[in-house]
Nanobody
Framework: QVQLVESGGGLVQPGGSLRLSCVASGSAYTLYTMGWYRQAPGKQRELVATITSGGSPNYADSVKGRFTISRDNAKHTVFLRMNSLKPEDTAVYYC??????????????WGQGTQVTVSD
């Protein structure tokens, strides 16, 4: 089994910044693409950003130029730096990882989510 644990969410004013972290743990696994998704109340979960194991990022149009995804492969961690936050960025942010274990190939794993609220 592989666990993903997010941290770094919170309440921030519009224009502010936050940095989310997600650490993977477990045994006998290989991480591939990792990413962040978000779900606002009453809306479907949507892609925010992903990053391949080689470090190639991909962003939703709504966050390009404001958010930066990065990863530390040695520490099995993915980060999301969020700048110039807007009220519409308010959502629960979920970490996602594509994982291969001795029992499955490229399964999707999810963290429990961390709340980000952008408000005065």
């Amino acid at each position: 089994q592989v666990q993903l644990v997010e941290s770094g969410g919170g309440l921030v004013q519009p224009g502010g910044s936050l940095r989310l972290s997600c650490v993977a743990s477990g045994s006998a696994y290989t991480l591939y693409t990792m990413g962040w998704y978000r779900q606002a109340p009453g809306k479907q979960r949507e892609l925010v950003a992903t990053i391949t194991s080689g470090g190639s990022p991909n962003y939703a149009d709504s966050v390009k130029g404001r958010f930066t995804i990065s990863r530390d492969n040695a520490k099995h961690t993915v980060f999301l730096r969020m700048n110039s936050l807007k009220p519409e960025d308010t959502a629960v942010y979920y970490c996602n990882a594509e994982v291969t274990t001795p029992w499955s190939i490229r399964d999707d794993y999810w963290g429990q989510g961390t709340q980000v609220t952008v408000s005065d």
